[in-house]
């Protein structure tokens, strides 16, 4: 049709001409948008995959947790009770900590019976605990920010220590966190008590971080009645006051019921970490410095500390809490994996908080809250250069040393189903095929095997006095040496 006759038609034919570009098919270009988190989460999962199985490949686990995870999966996928040797000779890992989650990965294990199944499983989970992140940020702040803070998501040093300390259930809290926080921020209150409510069932301190979510759905809910006027909602402060009771008392019934019920000792053995040293002197505290710098890393690199005008970083209170009131020094600092489940956290209480600085009056604020999200992932950029994937762009990582394939092939020497007494390095290669306990805790059994890394130089004379020492009456000898391990056989 003639542009102009269309312009110029009788009135119907001017409405057909004005509503067809309207009705029209989109292009890909709106599209794109959309598809970001899904591409982002894609990327961080192959980087993630790739990091913890060449770490697998080239043994270099650095605790037995992979071990102590994998029996209790092991347990799971035969439809069995998931006993831990490595916590102790038949040790329920449900009596340790509460995390009946991981029987989740049963199936999978049951497939393809490896360690390296738990890695793939757990990179998948941070990889999509990525899409709520940058989802939400994307719609908010728009594409180009989106994918900014989303990618220093996917980057921050708190997700990088996580993924690179082999494999802990807390990778099950990451997606939960991040799906329920995003529909706080959207104000979808039951996705948000429908996704925290599971956490309870990852670990045992999860469920303060639960009742933390309905503490704060109950914060905004406030909020938005004195903001607008509004009448109560009174079926969402019902969802919200329910899941903080839930939170809490699900906490209540683990520790003081569930845990002990499945502990030999009948107790939850963590107390002691909040309770002094046991010979009468002082308990360790959490130094000043220790504190304020866990606080900074936590904040400053990862959201400017723009975070804290946003009510959703109360949801990061119940692990900082526990982790400094804790005597035990490993909990203050920035290691391993213990600050994963703040990182979507303080990422989406900065989009929360960016929302409202756009919107102040103060231009001062407005610039600065326009160049954060690109600040933060220049600062993701720039300390990933001293953290775990960085080791990806180094060559080494992909080749498997030598002495690796012959601790592999003296390693594989010891029959399946034997009693194996380990330190940290061959557990990995056996946890899946044998009864493995940790070197020094077998209890009054004696194995059948002893597998340890070995000091340049040691004589094994000194390897078998050690292991005839810790089994009085037992008698060993050098099945083999190679790789850096060596492998005593009972005889």
Not at 189 to 204: D, F, M, Q, T, Y
Request: proline share 7%; with cysteine; aromatic share 8%.
């Amino acid at each position: 049709m003639d542009p102009a006759a269309a312009a110029t038609g009788p009135a119907p034919a001017r409405r057909a001409a004005e509503e067809a570009p309207a009705t029209r098919p989109r292009t890909t270009g709106p599209r794109a948008p959309r598809l970001d988190p899904y591409w982002l989460a894609g990327a961080l999962f192959v980087l993630f995959t790739a990091l913890s199985v060449c770490r697998h490949r080239r043994m270099l686990t650095m605790s037995w947790d992979l071990g102590i995870f994998e029996q209790a999966i092991r347990g799971y996928a035969h439809l069995q009770a998931p006993i831990a040797d490595l916590k102790g000779p038949g040790t329920n890992i449900l009596g340790d900590h509460f995390s009946p989650v991981t029987a989740l990965v049963a199936p999978f294990y049951r497939l393809f019976p490896s360690p390296v199944t738990l890695l793939v499983v757990q990179a998948a989970l941070f990889a999509l605990s990525a899409i709520p992140v940058t989802r939400l940020a994307a719609g908010l702040l728009g594409r180009k920010r989106g994918l900014a803070i989303g990618i220093a998501y996917g980057l921050s040093w708190g997700v990088q220590r996580a993924v690179d300390f082999d494999f802990h259930e807390i990778a099950f809290a990451m997606p939960l966190l991040a799906f329920s926080l995003e529909a706080v921020v959207r104000k979808r209150w039951r996705a948000a008590v429908w996704w925290a409510a599971p956490l309870v069932l990852v670990k045992e301190d999860l469920g303060i971080t639960a009742a933390a979510i309905g503490a704060l759905i109950l914060i905004r809910l406030r909020g938005d009645r004195k903001r607008t006027g509004t009448a109560r909602d009174t079926r969402a402060t019902a969802l919200a006051a329910g899941l903080l009771a839930f939170g809490l008392a699900a906490t209540a019934l683990t520790l003081g019921v569930i845990i002990p019920a499945f502990n030999s000792g009948g107790a939850y053995d963590y107390w002691n970490k909040l309770k002094g040293d046991g010979d009468g002197g002082p308990a360790p505290v959490i130094p000043l410095d220790s504190a304020v710098r866990t606080l900074l890393w936590t904040l400053l690199p990862t959201t400017g500390l723009l975070a804290l005008r946003s009510p959703v970083l109360i949801v990061a209170l119940p692990t900082l809490g526990w982790r400094f009131v804790s005597h035990d020094d490993h909990y203050w600092n920035t290691d391993w994996h213990y600050s994963a489940v703040l990182m979507p956290v303080v990422f989406i209480a900065l989009t929360d908080a960016l929302t409202g600085a756009h919107r102040d009056r103060r231009p001062w604020l407005r610039s600065y809250a326009h160049h954060l999200p690109g600040a933060v992932l220049a600062a993701a950029l720039a300390l990933t250069a001293s953290l775990p994937l960085y080791s990806l762009t180094q060559g080494e990582t992909y080749r498997v040393p030598e002495s690796v394939h012959a601790a592999e092939r003296l390693l594989a020497r010891i029959p399946d189903d034997a009693t194996v007494e380990s330190d940290v390095g061959p557990i990995s290669r056996l946890a899946g095929r044998c009864r493995v306990f940790w070197i020094g805790d077998t209890r009054g059994i004696t194995p059948d095997y002893v597998a340890q890394h070995v000091l340049d130089g040691r004589p094994p004379a000194d390897l078998v006095a050690d292991a005839e020492k810790l089994h009085p009456g037992a008698r060993y000898a050098l099945l083999g040496s190679d790789g850096g391990y060596a492998v005593l056989q009972r005889v």
